[in-house]
């Protein structure tokens, strides 16, 4: 084997170690984001129980104002047949 047959041979392992290098950074860097994405998860159930219960208490609320509002029409027209 001749030197530019050696030096063509350890540019191509240089390339293959540098693919090889960058492909486990990026494996790390994904290994590192599925906690991320497992506490997000969490975060986004916690948030729809929380909303489900606002609008559970709302929808209550809404409920209980739209009969006082009827109660108050029925006081009103009891008042003025009076």
């Known amino acids: 084997m001749s030197i530019s ?7 191509g392992l240089l390339a293959f170690g540098g693919i090889v290098y960058e492909m486990g950074r990026q ?3 994904i290994g590192d984001l599925i906690p991320k994405v497992y506490a997000m998860e969490d975060d ?4 729809d129980v929380t909303l489900f219960e606002i609008f ?14 009827k109660e108050v ?10």
């Open 73 to 82: 029409n029925y006081i009103r027209t009891k008042l003025d047949t009076k």
């Open 44 to 47: 986004l159930k916690a948030t």
């Open 56 to 69: 559970g208490k709302v929808s209550s609320i809404e409920e209980k104002v739209i009969n006082m509002e």
């Open 27 to 29: 494996a790390q860097k």
């Open 5 to 11: 047959g050696l030096s063509k041979i350890g540019a």
